[in-house]
Every structure is written in structure tokens, then in C-alpha cells.
């Protein structure tokens, strides 16, 4: 359908626009556009309401001369600058530039195809100061294959989501464990010590003993004096964890059953380093069996007691005793967890109070970052009291792999079917000497979890020995582990706050800087230390 130019402009504008169609139609060859053939219209003059084709064309040059300068140019960086008017869209598009996070997320092509739920999602792990955690689900019935009764068969890989709440929340019972030693890490050497808070992980617990380990080495005199700085690093006696039990009818049903929980921190004192160096291994001294050989650091700071405290297992069995008595009927479960040096010891603690009482409730260890402890022989003791041991590693922590040699590596049940395969007859004696006479001949226990920081995209994949045995980082990479072969799972949901404030240096330079613009620092120092720390379970 047409429509006539008279229909739409007003008669005395009419003449004008007819003029300037006409000087466009009898147009010559665009400068732009060479190629371009001229009109075969008529050649007469125009009207003094058309434009000139002289000034036509300089305009055309002009315009050309200006594409051809900005062609040539190089591209400038794109800087975002911060919204003007605040709105929720803008202010997403601008963080979304500055994380480029198509580096964590390799299927999504372009940092602005993000989606809003996912940068949502990084910023309130990079923002937020209170933890979350993996959704309360009832334990229930299945309580005993949580706590090990199958050697968590099935339930690591991939990781289940109930075992990896299960294990983050022990993780955070050491870490309570190390709050309340570092608040207040000097002991009397007059008096016995005073009952100690602690700021618990779960509201649904309490706690009923503080434990106590002592060095039974000591330094010379002489050291005081020349280094009278050094204080409580130097005392022989030194809190080391505690016990808890739940204290909570929801919570003991949720679990299944009442469950106590024996923490035990890592190594921070001299005392305690040079109880580590002492790596020989000796004789457990109730065994029958001369042959089940511990380290001999580990078994002085589990045995040996201080001037005004008793040893670590003797507070640990007379504790366990008196709670057997007074929820006698209930069902029960013993949990023992520890890192590092905590986790040597919650082997031998798991030991001792295995035999301490008839009908012991089932005991299950959860270790993180743990050495070696004894040889294969005390791992063949531990199996036969039916102790359950989940050994937590990451890939890059040097702690794991130590004291010993490979010859007494034998936890991976593959490694041990191959050595069984390839010791014949004449071999074995050969083998079986060596394991039992060997000083470091060691062995570790249970069924292991693995994890690795590179498969973290937060941490750098070459972090340092102290980031790859630190407890918050064992529990960053739990909490994101899904599978052996899957990546870092991408609704984790713990905190990035105090990863970031404890591994700075370690961290990767995108997620450092970030921080810094979220003022995580200045939120850290005002935010106050509750007397009890937010419950997993609420």
C-alpha cells in the first residue's frame, strides 16, 4: 500500500521535502561507497531549500575520515565505572567485571553470561561472617554407618552430603579446641589449673572435662634465663582439649543417639615439638603383644601426668567411665576428633578407652592432617577393638606422610593386596622381619578421605605446607568435595571469611583482592566472639 507524501506533510512544508528527495536521488557516487552507480535522473539545478552537493560531500569525507580514525585506533580497556543510580542490576554487572569469573566457572563463557544466582552466591561466601551448613537431615536409623560400623563403605566417594555435615562439625569441635587453649594458654605451676570455657561449636553440647598433656621431657634450667620470654611455649603441662556430650532431646534424636565427643587440638608448644622429633617407635605397655609398637613422642604426651593434673588418659577414661554411668540405658556413641598432633593422640586415646570398661559404646575417630602412629601391628590392635578411624588427608599435606617409611605404609588396601601378591614364601619372613623389627616401620589406620587444594578455586595450587595441614583449609576442601573425579562442588556453602584471613598469601590473588573491597578485615574486628559459638544443628 502507498501512501502519498500530500497525505502526511502539511501542504506548505510539501515543496521543501519534494527538493530534498530530489537532490538525494541525483546524488553521484558516495564517497563511502564507490561502487555505488550513479542516478540517471535529471541533471537540473536545485532550489535554494536543497542542500548543496558541495557541502553534501565534505560532510560524506568528513564522516569517512572519522571511521577510518577510529578503525585504526587501538581498543581501549573497558573500566566500570560504579553505578550512578544504585540499582540492583547495575551494581551486579559491575562486581561481575571486576571478579571475571568465567576463570572459576569454565563452562560459562563470558563473565557477563553469569547468572545472578551464581555471583550472588560468591559474594555472600566472600561477605558473610557466620558459617552455614550442609541441610539438617535425620540421621535416624543409619547413625552406626555415619559412624563408621562399614568403614563408611559407599559414603565417600561420592562424598555423602550427611557425612560431609558430620565431619565439617567435628572439624569445628578441634577448632573450639584450639580457641580455647590460644585464649588463655598459660598454667599454673603452684596449683591445679581452673575449670576452662570453652566456646562450643553446638549448642546442643556441653562440656563436662577439660584434658590435660604433659611432656615428660623437659628443657634445662639454663633455657629461662636466656630466653625468659618464652613463657607458657615452655611448660611441660598444657590444656589440650576437652569432653562434651549432648545435652539436647532434638538433637539426640536427630542423631539417633546421645553422642560424646572427645576434641583434641594440634601441636603449639616446645614441649610439644620435641615431643613430635621423638619418632622411635616403643612398646605399648598394657600390650601383650611386644610386637604392636607406637612412637614414643606420642605415648610420652599420652601418658605421662604433670605436677597438679592427671595424664591425658587417665582424665580421658575416668571421664568416659562416669558418663557410661550416668546415661546408663541410652544408647551411646564415642566420637574422638583431632588435628595433627590431635589426631596422633586421638588413636591412642580411641585405644585406651576401647578396653576400659565392658560393652563400651562404639568408638569412631574422626582425623584430620594426622601422622603416622604406630606399625602394623597396632593397626591390626585397633581392628580387632573394632575402633573406626576416618583419616582425612589433603593430597599436599607433608604431616600425612610422616614419621616413617613406605615399607610400613599399609592402609591402602590395594597397597596391601599387592604386597601380599608379590611375598612368596621365601620373601615373606623377609618382609614380616622387617615390619616388626624396623624403627620406622609405621602404618597408617582406617579408612581414608581424600582431598586436594588444587581442587579448590580459591587457593592457589602451589600453597605453602602451613595452608595445605591448616584445619580451616582441610574443612574449605571437605565442604566442597563432591567425588575424586568431580570438581569443587558449586553450592559449598562454608565461609570464605576466615580462610581468606588466616591464608591471605595463599589465596588466590582475584578472591585477596576482593576481600580487601568487601572490607572483610574491618568486619572481622567488629564482629564480637559469642560465649557460644552458632550451633550446626539449629
Not at 572519522?66 to 542490576?89: F, H, M
Amino acid at each position: 500500500m502507498q501512501i502519498g507524501v500530500g497525505h502526511t506533510l502539511p501542504a506548505q512544508n510539501l515543496h521543501v521535502f519534494q527538493a530534498r528527495r530530489a537532490s538525494f536521488k541525483c546524488r553521484q557516487t558516495s564517497p563511502l561507497n564507490p561502487s555505488t552507480k550513479p542516478n540517471p535522473c535529471s541533471q537540473k539545478p536545485l532550489s535554494s531549500a536543497c542542500f548543496s552537493t558541495e557541502s553534501t560531500r565534505q560532510h560524506l569525507s568528513s564522516l569517512e575520515k572519522l571511521l577510518q580514525k577510529t578503525n585504526e585506533a587501538e581498543p581501549e580497556q573497558v573500566i566500570s565505572k560504579p553505578p550512578i543510580n544504585g540499582s540492583i542490576g547495575n551494581k551486579g554487572k559491575v562486581l561481575l567485571e571486576g571478579l571475571n569469573l568465567s576463570r572459576i566457572w569454565p563452562e560459562t563463557k563470558a563473565a557477563e553470561e553469569m547468572s545472578p544466582r551464581h555471583l550472588n552466591r560468591l559474594q555472600r561466601l566472600l561477605s558473610k561472617s557466620n558459617m552455614e551448613y550442609s541441610p539438617r537431615n535425620s540421621l535416624g536409623s543409619r547413625w552406626r554407618e555415619y559412624h563408621g560400623c562399614n568403614d563408611w563403605s559407599g559414603l565417600l566417594d561420592p562424598l555423602a552430603e550427611n557425612l560431609r555435615r558430620e565431619v565439617v562439625r567435628y572439624g569445628e569441635f578441634v577448632q573450639a579446641a584450639y580457641h580455647g587453649f590460644h585464649s588463655n594458654p598459660a598454667m599454673s605451676t603452684n596449683q591445679a589449673p581452673l575449670p576452662r570455657h570453652v566456646a562450643l561449636p553446638d549448642r546442643s553440647y556441653k562440656l563436662t572435662k577439660s584434658l590435660y598433656a604433659t611432656s615428660s621431657i623437659g628443657l634445662p634450667d639454663w633455657v629461662d634465663d636466656v630466653a625468659p620470654d618464652l613463657g607458657w611455649m615452655t611448660q611441660r603441662s598444657s590444656w589440650i582439649g576437652y569432653v562434651a556430650v549432648c545435652d539436647d532431646r532434638r538433637e539426640i534424636q536427630r542423631m539417633g543417639r546421645r553422642d560424646i565427643v572427645i576434641a583434641l587440638r594440634g601441636t603449639a608448644t616446645c614441649m610439644e615439638w620435641a615431643e613430635n622429633l621423638r619418632a622411635q617407635l616403643v612398646r605399648i605397655p598394657e600390650s601383650d603383644n611386644p610386637a604392636q609398637k607406637v612412637e614414643c613422642g606420642f605415648l610420652s604426651l599420652h601418658k605421662t601426668p604433670g605436677a597438679h593434673v592427671p595424664s591425658l588418659a587417665e582424665s580421658v577414661v575416668e571421664e568416659v567411665k562416669r558418663l557410661m554411668e550416668t546415661y546408663k540405658g541410652e544408647t551411646l556413641s564415642i566420637t574422638i576428633t583431632g588435628h595433627s598432633l590431635g589426631a596422633a593422640l586421638s588413636l591412642l586415646v580411641a585405644d585406651e578407652i576401647s578396653s576400659c570398661a565392658p560393652h563400651v559404646p562404639p568408638i569412631a575417630v574422626f582425623s584430620f592432617g594426622g601422622p603416622r602412629v604406630g606399625n602394623k601391628n597396632f593397626v591390626d590392635r585397633l581392628n580387632e577393638k573394632k575402633v573406626k578411624v576416618l583419616r582425612i588427608v589433603n593430597n599436599q599435606d607433608l604431616i600425612t606422610r610422616v614419621p616413617g617409611i613406605f615399607i610400613g605404609e599399609g592402609s591402602n588396601q590395594q597397597q596391601e593386596d599387592l604386597q601380599k601378591n608379590q611375598r612368596n614364601d621365601g620373601f615373606g619372613k623377609v618382609f614380616d622381619m622387617i615390619d616388626n623389627n624396623n624403627p620406622w616401620a609405621y602404618s597408617h589406620v582406617g579408612t581414608e578421605l581424600r582431598v586436594d587444594t588444587k581442587m579448590s578455586p580459591y587457593l592457589k595450587p602451589n600453597a605453602d605446607m602451613a595452608c595445605c595441614h591448616d584445619l580451616e583449609a582441610y574443612l574449605h576442601l571437605v565442604d566442597g568435595f563432591l567425588s575424586s573425579n568431580c570438581p569443587f562442588r558449586s553450592n559449598a556453602k562454608r565461609s570464605l571469611v576466615k580462610l581468606v584471613n588466616d591464608q591471605r598469601s595463599n589465596m588466590k590473588q582475584l578472591y585477596t583482592h576482593k576481600s580487601l573491597s568487601l572490607n572483610l578485615e574491618r568486619d572481622r574486628l567488629r564482629v564480637p566472639i559469642p560465649s557460644c559459638l552458632p550451633s550446626p544443628s539449629r
